[in-house]
């Protein structure tokens, strides 16, 4: 078992680093977050990356990475409970990423600190996990309700748990982040059509494709065909639709936070805009924020109009 400050510093230090390696439209734990969450922001972002991984990790049988996410599941709990299981018999190539040059014992070292420290509930890491988990048994949704849970237990903890460790409990703040973070799963979704096709995994629920005539088998071809920009342009406005609704929680909080929630909501809604204009071709290039975007979204933070 890790023990020790020493050994909790170079924990965090790790999963900071992790989160730092990673690209992603957002990113984790940026200088717009308060410097004391940052660390702790990267905690939770290093379990669920690694969880993440899992549920992708090629060359791994259905049931070998679902036992790999179960066992996840247990370290977590047990570190929650106040005791942190080694698994020396494991090396680290075995069952993490090359990248990822640290003990796993650092990520349940650091996230139990967090989660005791700021009284985190368990059952948001337990969705999390939950929809890791549907994700290697689960390649098609047929309604929107479906999909909508999906997000409520892949992205809605990620926000409520930043709520929590900036110090808000409170109902409103809740639904807001929820529609916020549904909105920036989507957008993904729709950004990653073409990986995640490549990986056998649809999100487009049916209820969308079917009325306007797409074919789920056309898109083996790599080309984006009119009824699947129809489709898509449908999807880019329910999406729309939740980043209004889910505006307020940028203008609910305050401190630093608020400009990390303002430059998150502003990046969002910039890779949808950047969807829109392409017609939703991520065949021909996935959109991506680049400098001259974070120019823009600076200046959106700064001078936002609530």
């Known amino acids: 078992m890790v023990t020790g400050r020493r050994e909790l510093q170079q924990a965090y230090a790790a999963c900071l680093q992790l989160a730092q390696s990673h690209y992603e439209n957002f990113p984790v734990a940026s200088r717009l977050m308060p410097a004391h969450l940052r660390p702790h922001v990267a905690a939770i972002y290093a379990f669920a990356r690694i969880a993440d991984d899992y549920a ?5 049988t259905v049931d070998e990475r679902l036992l790999l996410l179960d066992d996840w599941q247990q370290r977590l ?5 106040g005791r942190i299981e080694t698994r020396q018999e494991v090396t680290p190539d075995q069952q993490f990423p090359p ?24 059952d948001l890491f337990d969705d999390l996990l939950s929809a890791f988990k549907q994700d290697v048994t689960t390649t ?3 309604t929107w309700e479906d999909v909508l849970d999906y997000c409520r237990r892949s992205a809605n903890p990620v926000g409520r748990l930043v709520l929590r460790l900036s110090g808000y409990r409170d109902a409103d703040l809740d639904r ?3 529609a916020v973070c549904t909105a920036l799963q989507l957008t993904n979704f729709w950004q990653d059509l073409a990986i995640d096709w490549s990986r056998g995994r649809l999100y487009v629920p ?15 071809s790599g080309r984006m065909t009119p009824a699947w920009m129809a489709t898509l342009r449908d999807c880019g406005r329910q999406t729309r639709e ?6 307020a929680v940028c203008d609910g909080v305050s401190g630093r936070l608020r400009y990390e929630l303002r430059a998150t909501w502003l990046g ?6 950047r969807l829109d204009q392409s017609s939703f071709d991520v065949f021909a290039a996935r959109p991506r924020l680049g400098t001259a975007d974070a120019i823009v979204i600076a200046w959106g933070t700064a001078f936002w109009r609530g």
Do not use: C, K, M, N
């Open 140 to 142: 098609r949704y047929a």
């Open 99 to 122: 990248d990822q040059q640290f003990p796993p014992d650092y990520v349940f070292l650091a996230l139990a600190d967090t989660a005791i420290r700021f009284q985190l509930p368990a």
């Open 77 to 81: 709990h047990a570190a929650l409970g």
């Open 56 to 60: 992708d990790e090629p060359g791994r």
């Open 242 to 247: 939740l980043f209004r609704e889910g505006r």
């Open 176 to 178: 807001a982040s929820d």
């Open 268 to 273: 969002g809604t910039r890779i949808l805009d």
């Open 206 to 220: 049916e209820e969308t494709w079917r009325p306007h005539g797409a074919d789920p088998s056309s898109l083996d």
